[in-house]
């Protein structure tokens, strides 16, 4: 399968290396040097495009994914204010677009934990909900994708919760969210019930990027040939 990375820092570098190590080859690469050449006639060259940037070109970078014709995997981010937008923009123009916060496949079984956790803790009182999630310092958004996820899962199954805030809260209707910023974290994420009898706490503490950028290849070989909006439930059938 030939791979456009749009991204080639640390995560595209790794993602790279896993690509080949599967037989995959790159046949473009695009970072802050060179983004005259992403274009629709490159991108063309492509079979998939794998796209880990930042929140203010992933969008951009998805639609020319979608004028190419070609499926993209996007790992970035910080842009689901507008996701409906880029949604109807995909199906209009029968792209594919494989989205997820997190493609760690220990993370999307750890979301399925998280929603059935809920689920039990939607059914008694007296339990707090709050969550923690700690990442490098260069990560740009806050909170994490993947904390904004937790979250949502949370908000389905308990009953009375709305919303997520960034910050600790004690309002019923509210998920609070702590994000720290420090070293070199791959990514930290706790979900915690504190009750005044006990404490339940799940933990997923990633230990590099490579399980991110092995579900990112994953989620290429499984985007190419199919058609729509895709994400790693599909993947792993969760």
Same mark, same amino acid.
């Given at each position: 399968?030939?791979?456009?990375?749009?991204?080639?820092?640390?995560?595209?570098?790794?993602?790279?290396?896993?690509?080949? #190590?599967?037989? $995959?080859?790159?046949? @473009?690469?695009?970072?802050?040097?060179?983004?005259?050449? =992403?274009?629709? *006639?490159?991108? +063309?060259?492509?079979?998939?495009?794998?796209?880990?940037?930042?929140?203010?070109?992933?969008?951009?970078?998805?639609?020319?994914?979608?004028?190419?014709?070609?499926?993209?995997?996007?790992?970035?981010?910080?842009?689901?204010?507008?996701?409906?937008?880029?949604?109807?923009?995909?199906?209009?123009?029968?792209?594919?677009?494989?989205?997820?916060?997190?493609?760690?496949?220990?993370?999307?079984?750890?979301?399925?934990?998280?929603?059935?956790?809920?689920?039990?803790?939607?059914?008694?009182?007296?339990?707090?909900?709050?969550?923690? #999630?700690?990442? $490098?310092?260069?990560? @740009?958004?806050?909170?994490?994708?993947?904390?904004?996820? =937790?979250?949502? *899962?949370?908000? +389905?199954?308990?009953?009375?919760?709305?919303?997520?805030?960034?910050?600790?809260?004690?309002?019923?209707?509210?998920?609070?969210?702590?994000?720290?910023?420090?070293?070199?974290?791959?990514?930290?994420?706790?979900?915690?019930?504190?009750?005044?009898?006990?404490?339940?706490?799940?933990?997923?503490?990633?230990?590099?990027?490579?399980?991110?950028?092995?579900?990112?290849?994953?989620?290429?070989?499984?985007?190419?040939?199919?058609?729509?909006?895709?994400?790693?439930?599909?993947?792993?059938?969760?």
């Amino acid at each position: 399968m030939k791979i456009a990375l749009i991204g080639y820092g640390k995560m595209g570098k790794e993602i790279e290396r896993i690509a080949l #190590e599967r037989g $995959h080859e790159i046949v @473009l690469k695009i970072d802050i040097n060179n983004q005259h050449e =992403l274009t629709v *006639g490159n991108l +063309k060259k492509a079979d998939v495009a794998i796209e880990f940037t930042i929140p203010s070109s992933a969008i951009a970078n998805y639609n020319l994914c979608f004028d190419a014709g070609i499926p993209v995997v996007g790992g970035t981010t910080g842009w689901h204010d507008r996701k409906e937008e880029v949604h109807n923009n995909c199906l209009s123009k029968d792209g594919t677009l494989f989205y997820a916060s997190n493609f760690s496949v220990g993370m999307n079984i750890f979301f399925s934990i998280n929603e059935k956790l809920a689920q039990l803790m939607g059914k008694c009182s007296g339990y707090k909900v709050e969550m923690k #999630e700690i990442h $490098h310092i260069q990560k @740009l958004d806050a909170p994490s994708g993947t904390a904004i996820t =937790l979250a949502e *899962g949370i908000i +389905k199954n308990v009953p009375g919760k709305t919303k997520w805030v960034n910050q600790s809260t004690d309002k019923e209707d509210e998920v609070g969210i702590i994000s720290e910023r420090e070293g070199q974290v791959p990514g930290y994420h706790a979900v915690r019930y504190e009750s005044e009898a006990d404490t339940i706490e799940i933990i997923h503490n990633a230990k590099s990027r490579v399980g991110l950028a092995y579900g990112a290849v994953l989620a290429a070989e499984f985007s190419f040939g199919k058609k729509g909006i895709l994400g790693m439930s599909d993947l792993l059938n969760l």
